[in-house]
């Protein structure tokens, strides 16, 4: 079975800094996706970004980019330019390529991100 | 819009009593699933489907109960809750096959058992 792991249960960072969410999973599996939710205090899972495992490239969408190490099994996320828009809980997910489980994502424990003006 | 939706949005009830939290999208997705997120635990997987009348227990079946008689709905059924049912819960959907199969969530349900 897969774990993910997000060992820092609170971060914080100024308004305009750069911060990195730490994330490492556990898999047998050679064919995955990566994924980083936001969730703000309205509770609604927004996904930030998605790395496909196959893909040696780093993901990037604007502010947001990924540091994907396969063989270290890491996948951290990097917040530059933080807003105070971005405060939220973030959520590290893996999802199989397989068809199986109904697409499952398998979460980890999540960070809680401060964002300070 | 596509959408996910859950009712009720916020719930309080008394231990034993049934309750059912229902869940529909307008997607036409083949894949269903139900999550609850917990303090420190993320969100794990009640149940899933992958059609109409297929379902599977996720990694937290226990005092679960689904159904999925319609591809837009799946329902969660809570025959006699329990105290520490006491959750966050999340339906998500996503078509089948290969590829992304990007998972579109609803809104959640703040459910609390007394």
């Known amino acids: 079975a897969q774990t993910v792991t997000q060992s820092q249960p609170e971060m914080s960072v100024q308004e305009a800094e750069t911060v990195t969410l730490s994330c490492t999973y556990d898999t047998s599996e050679s064919d995955y996706y990566l994924f980083w939710y936001k969730q703000p205090p309205s509770r609604q899972m927004i996904l930030v970004i998605r790395q496909e495992a196959y893909k040696q490239q780093n993901a990037t969408e604007n502010r947001f980019s990924v540091n994907f190490q396969k063989a270290a099994k890491s996948f951290s996320l990097k917040i530059s330019d933080s807003q105070l828009g971005d405060a939220a809980m973030y959520f590290c997910a893996y999802r199989s390529a397989g068809e199986t489980s109904g697409s499952r ?9 401060t964002v300070n003006p | 819009e596509a ?10 009830t008394v231990t034993g009593k049934k309750l059912t939290v229902t869940c529909s999208q307008n997607m036409n997705h083949e894949y269903m699933s139900w999550y609850r997120q917990d303090p420190g635990l993320g969100l794990r997987q009640i149940y899933y489907s992958m059609n109409v009348e297929v379902t599977d227990k996720g990694d937290v079946p226990e005092g679960y109960k689904v159904s999925r008689k319609e591809k837009r709905n799946f329902p969660l059924i809570l025959e006699s809750p329990s105290p520490n049912q006491t959750s966050l819960y999340f339906c998500a959907s996503s078509r089948s096959g290969q590829g992304r199969r990007e998972q579109y969530f609803g809104p959640g349900t703040r459910l609390t058992v007394t």
Do not use: S
């Not at chain 2, 959408?3 to 309080?12: E, G, S």
């Open chain 1, 105 to 113: 994502l398998t979460f980890g424990e999540g960070t809680q991100l």
């Open chain 2, 3 to 12: 959408q996910v939706t859950q009712n009720p949005r916020y719930l309080i």
